[in-house]
């Protein structure tokens, strides 16, 4: 059972995961706008991501005796000025997950909530995963500019990725 605390907080997060998936759906849809589908697709299969992520959480909260109330999710950005920019903000929004996460497992040993605290270190070793992912994109968009050829041949290769839902432990 967690406590009232916990469950605030973990309610808190499952929005933050849900806003996630929500900012990068948007992402995406800037890249339609730019005909580049490539990075469209790595977008919304990041925003699926996003929403897994929130699923785990809800399922954790009903498993551990919580209860799951959702909450608004804020408007995320429409305007973007490239690829560039695009990943700068995905990076530094992935470091705010990861602060949160990292919020959430200080929260569960001050409790001394080890169900949670186990729970959560999946998600550590996640945000790891997810921040350089992002750091690693953004380097290469970097190194190949915004316009011209090195920004289609990413295209091709982020539009390869696919969906592949997150392990149920
Ligand atoms: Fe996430
Ligand atoms: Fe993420």
Redesign the pocket.
């Known amino acids: 059972m967690i406590s009232q605390k916990m469950e605030q907080a973990l309610n808190d997060q499952i929005k933050n ?1 849900l806003y ?1 998936a929500y900012l990068y759906l948007s992402m995406a849809q800037y890249f339609h706008s730019l005909s580049l589908k490539g990075f469209a697709n790595w977008m919304e299969v990041q925003a699926k ?2 929403q897994a ?1 929130a699923e785990k959480f809800i399922s954790y909260v009903n498993d551990a005796g919580g209860r799951v109330v959702l909450q608004a999710i804020d408007q995320p950005p429409s305007e973007f000025e490239s690829a560039r920019q695009i990943f700068e903000e995905t990076l530094k929004h992935e470091r705010f ?1 990861t602060g949160k996460i990292n919020e959430l497992v200080t929260l569960a040993i001050s409790e001394n909530d080890h169900a949670t605290n186990t729970m959560l270190m999946w998600f550590v070793t ?1 945000q790891v995963e ?1 921040e350089a992912t992002a750091d690693e994109f953004l380097q290469q968009i970097k190194l190949v500019g915004d316009k011209g050829h090195g920004i289609l041949m990413l295209d091709r290769e982020l539009g390869a990725r696919t969906f592949v839902p997150p392990t149920t432990n």
């Open positions: 995961e996630s991501e996003e992520h997950v996640e997810e």
